[in-house]
């Protein structure tokens, strides 16, 4: 596609449910990452792909949190038994190749624990 | 752990005006450094990406500039227009290992028409 494409974009769990966060990255853009942004802050990194390898998962607040990218093009963002503290814009970018090219990100998926 | 800062956190300024956004780093070993601008309740827009090597990347009315060995960039926005009303955000890649943009906590820009 054009851009990066992020689904849903809102999203409204009750506290304790499963949620699932799509991300389709620019085709053929090798790295992909996921950030959490709270209400007024600048975006926190949370896990890193190069192609299907996780390569970083160490801003993953916790073990609920778990990111997939089994075939190097889709990624999915899992939270499990979400938490209030959960609420926050999830963003998905993607890049060319590793490190030097200009990442493009996604319209993110705002994510409210009720 | 790179910090990212951007001063002033808030700016309003009328139309028409040329300004000013800060962002300094602290640890001045960066592969690269990226400008972003962000739409209330919309993703990032890339608006200029420098590499570590270079000093200045020019975009239209956007210019940022770079100065590693002092930790700090620029992003200088000639003539504003009420369009330009956002929230700008810089991120640096760390130069020798790691694998994400740190990001500041952005500057959010009113122009008035």
């Known amino acids: 596609g054009a851009g990066v494409s992020q689904s849903p974009r809102y999203k409204v769990a009750k506290r304790g449910q499963d949620v699932a966060l799509r991300c389709d990255p620019i085709s053929g853009h090798v790295s992909l990452f996921w950030y959490q942004q709270a209400l007024g802050q600048g975006p926190e990194f949370l896990t890193y792909?190069?192609?299907?390898?996780?390569?970083?998962k160490s801003g993953l607040p916790s073990d609920r949190f778990f990111a997939e990218r089994p075939e190097g093009s889709v990624s999915t963002l899992k939270i499990q038994r979400t938490q209030q503290e959960d609420s926050a814009v999830y963003l998905c970018a993607s890049s060319l190749v590793y490190r030097v090219a200009e990442a493009f990100f996604g319209q993110g998926t705002r994510l409210t624990v009720v | 752990k790179q910090e990212v800062t951007q001063i002033p956190a808030a700016l309003s300024v009328p139309e028409g005006e040329n300004l000013v956004l800060n962002c300094s780093f602290t640890?001045?070993?960066?592969?690269?450094l990226q400008w972003f601008r962000q739409d209330p309740g919309k993703g990032l827009t890339s608006l200029l990406l420098?590499?570590?090597?270079?000093r200045e990347q020019t975009s239209g009315r956007l210019n940022a500039s770079l100065d590693k060995s002092s930790g700090r960039s620029t992003l200088y926005i000639a003539a504003s227009q009420p369009g330009d009303s956002a929230t700008y955000l810089c991120a640096v890649w760390p130069g020798v290992t790691g694998n994400q943009f740190y990001f500041g906590t952005g500057t959010s820009l009113t122009v008035i028409p």
């Open positions: 640890d001045s070993a960066i592969y690269n």
């Open positions: 792909f190069q192609n299907e390898a996780q390569l970083d």
């Open positions: 420098i590499q570590s090597s270079q």
